[in-house]
């Protein structure tokens, strides 16, 4: 199993990381090798057999190429046990994935609302607008729908968010949770108090004996300001400590 | 099967109808009959069982809800077999319609380039910028890594993106080259030379029987300047007839 993804981000790799991890799967993360990014070019440009990836990240299983993020950790998911067999519980699982996706999406849009071929510094007017509404409406929206989901599912008695166990999806909340207190932390003190499933998910799966593991080891790279979660102070305001007279 | 989507628009609820009308489903597209927009309201504010939509389109089958529309589709082609069985070939397709999915997001950002609570009128500086660099860079790279699928399958000797014969994705490219070729008819006029293969497949899907069909009903609703693909002559410069000198 080879994992092809930017080595010195977590990124939209991590997503996937975070499966192989939980999964136990033995596998290589090709770029961090010796062999670096530029093993990823042959696949990139279509010097190699199988399915035509856009970008990365992307994985290999002997000649099967996978990519585009949601569907990988999905593949994964079904080979290793990390999903309900179902088809209606698999599109479940992948409903909230997409839409975990956009969430990602919308968090790098804060810092890069003009596009990714301008640097931050050129775009912070912008980039502040686009956080303000961020934080304020888009951010509390996904993550309460999020938190509706878990209050939702008595199948796994609000501990999950599909099915009775622990799925891929679970694993890629806690990631986004991650990200966000990363890149907002003033935000997300604020409105961890409404959403207490969603954070002891977090929890829960950060004790998962496998994912312990791997969050101490330096195969988890530190958040950092290159990635899509970035924390730049002027995009996530201080919280107000004075109550406000109704 | 109930489909729930805006009523006025074909967005991205299109790549959901193109499938049930090829696979010939017999569906009631709720929101165009007289209960109208507020028959999603119970789903999306999560007065009914089964999944939680975080947006529309989603659909209903008996007591499953599914939504994001890759996942929708995805889904359907399943039931319906429109996509081959083996995990590898619907990993292979559901990579093509995510990557589809990212370029109409990238078209729809030419003219919403600040985000859609902003005017048209408000952004349209940024929405030039934008569009000027999807035009002449990613546009093109997205619609060729498509033909580079199409030239590398030979198992549907360059017909059909994945496999031997037609899937879910074969009709989403159609859409997207149709949307592509209402929003900037000059810049696809230029760049459909470099493109043989995806032009025709565009016209085998036009050209099936039951998409035919459905194309000249009134089922379609024409494109229009609410949807994901508008039409902004100034987002789409005229082509330059003169040669140049190397």
Redesign the interface.
């Known amino acids: 199993m080879e994992l092809y993804y930017w080595p010195m981000i977590q990124g939209r790799g991590e997503f996937v990381r975070l499966v192989l991890e939980e999964a136990g799967v033995s596998y290589v993360d090709v770029a961090r090798t010796k062999r670096g990014m530029a093993a990823m070019s042959p696949f990139l440009d279509?010097k190699k057999r199988?399915?035509?990836?856009?970008a990365a990240p992307f994985i290999r299983v002997g000649t099967?190429i996978?990519?585009?993020t949601?569907?990988i950790v999905?593949?994964l998911a079904?080979?290793h046990g990390l999903v309900p067999r179902t088809?209606?519980l698999r599109?479940?699982a992948?409903?909230i994935q997409?839409?975990i996706a956009?969430l990602v999406?919308e968090a790098h849009?804060t810092h890069h609302?003009?596009?990714g071929?301008l640097y931050y510094e050129d775009q912070k007017k912008?980039a502040k607008?686009?956080a303000k509404?961020f934080v304020s409406e888009r951010m509390p929206k996904?993550l309460g729908?999020l938190e509706?989901?878990l209050s939702?599912n008595t199948a796994s008695r609000k501990q999950w968010l599909v099915g009775a166990r622990r799925s891929y999806v679970d694993l890629s909340a806690f990631q986004v949770v991650e990200g966000l207190r990363y890149a907002f932390p003033h935000a997300m003190e604020r409105r961890a108090p409404r959403l207490p499933l969603l954070m002891a998910l977090r929890d829960r799966v950060a004790e998962r004996p496998r994912i312990a593991a791997y969050l101490r080891s330096e195969r988890r790279i530190p958040f950092n300001q290159m990635g899509i979660f970035r924390h730049y102070p002027e995009l996530d305001a201080k919280p107000q400590r004075r109550r406000r007279a109704r």
Do not use: K
């Open positions: 279509g199988g399915a035509l990836p856009f099967t996978v990519s585009q949601a569907n999905a593949f079904e080979r088809p209606a599109a479940e992948l409903q997409l839409t956009d999406g849009d609302p003009l596009g071929d912008e607008r686009r509404s996904y729908w509706d989901i939702r």
